[in-house]
């Protein structure tokens, strides 16, 4: 026990010592946490990590991780959301059209790797931790889709997409398929079954079409 407490004793030294260096130390510290998050819930499960497991990873103390996220869902969602979303934001193009497919290729791209597996992981979990589901929620789902819903808009005000039909709905066309097939596991999410989903879909949605 006491060697225990001298061992969280020193390491709180020493992350108070490395703080006086500024930034750059806390930006390390704060990313030595969502990456161990992240290795232990792929190798050990959600539902064993611990706080104590994830501080005891990443070599900090307890309280350096409580000072920054309240619970263990709210660290792994702001993990995911770090690896995952600046890649899989709309990007401006000439073509809006593809500038839809463009970036549901590209989520479907970070899907098929580790982040496909750690996204897997938190949305079975979430059925079973409320704790997690909010986060899942708030960080991920309803952020995500307040953003296609503004884009959507643009496309049904340019006389793009559909005016009848709710963007709500419109995500629901597009990216459910994707996230059924990364959740039950039934096919790749590749590029070529993308570019299915998104030609039928859009058959539905484009202006003009009935």
């Known amino acids: 026990m006491k060697t225990s407490t001298n061992v969280s004793r020193r390491?709180?030294?020493?992350?108070?010592?490395?703080?006086?260096?500024?930034r750059p130390r806390s930006e390390?510290?704060?990313?030595?946490?969502?990456?161990?998050?992240?290795?232990l819930v792929l190798t050990s499960g959600f539902r064993s990590l611990s706080m104590d497991?994830?501080?005891?990873?990443?070599?900090v103390g307890r309280m350096t991780i409580y000072r920054r996220w309240p619970n263990k869902a709210a660290i792994i969602m702001a993990?995911?959301?770090?690896?995952?979303?600046?890649?899989?934001?709309?990007?401006?193009?000439?073509?809006?059209?593809?500038?839809?497919?463009?970036?549901?290729?590209?989520m479907a791209k970070a899907f098929?790797?580790?982040?496909?597996?750690?996204?897997?992981?938190?949305?079975?979990?979430?059925?079973?931790d409320p704790e997690l589901a909010k986060?899942?929620?708030?960080?991920?789902?309803?952020?995500?889709r307040k953003m296609a819903a503004e884009y959507f808009r643009s496309g049904i005000r340019d006389g793009i997409l559909r005016a009848d039909i709710d963007p709500e709905a419109m995500i629901d066309i597009l990216y459910a398929p994707l996230y059924y097939r990364l959740q039950m596991g039934v096919g790749a999410l590749s590029d070529a079954y993308v570019d299915e989903v998104f030609e039928h879909?859009?058959?539905g949605l484009l202006h003009g079409t009935k």
């Open 135 to 144: 986060a899942l929620r708030e960080q991920w789902t309803l952020p995500r």
């Open 79 to 106: 993990a995911f959301v770090m690896r995952v979303d600046p890649g899989t934001l709309f990007k401006p193009a000439d073509n809006f059209i593809e500038s839809i497919r463009l970036q549901m290729r590209t």
């Open 11 to 22: 390491r709180e030294e020493s992350e108070r010592t490395a703080a006086k260096g500024g």
């Open 53 to 59: 497991a994830i501080a005891a990873e990443a070599g």
């Open 112 to 128: 098929r790797g580790r982040d496909g597996a750690l996204i897997r992981v938190l949305l079975a979990e979430a059925q079973f």
């Open 28 to 39: 390390q510290l704060h990313q030595a946490i969502l990456q161990a998050a992240v290795h």
């Open 201 to 203: 879909a859009m058959k």
